[in-house]
């Protein structure tokens, strides 16, 4: 997540801001949406097991999304 708030102050000056935007399933077998945001635009969004695991797929999701 660090590289994406790099890449994004270098491209476009804006913070990224990440979100949990859904978690489903029963606690034992959750799955977590984490959605990226260059201020109201949504530019990435994954799920994964964890939230740190969700994260950083969106980050770089969002970074290939942005071209950098």
Do not use: C, N, Y
Not at 2 to 9: D, E, F, T, Y
Not at 30 to 41: A, G, P, Q, W, Y
Request: proline fraction near 4%; glycine fraction near 4%.
């Amino acid at each position: 997540t660090s590289r994406v708030q790099a890449l994004s102050k270098e491209h476009v000056s804006i913070p990224p801001t990440s979100e949990l935007t859904s978690q489903d399933g029963p606690d034992h077998d959750r799955e977590f949406t984490i959605s990226v945001f260059l201020k109201k635009e949504k530019v990435a969004e994954r799920q994964g097991r964890s939230q740190h695991e969700a994260e950083q797929d969106a980050a770089e999701m969002a970074i290939t999304a942005k071209g950098w």
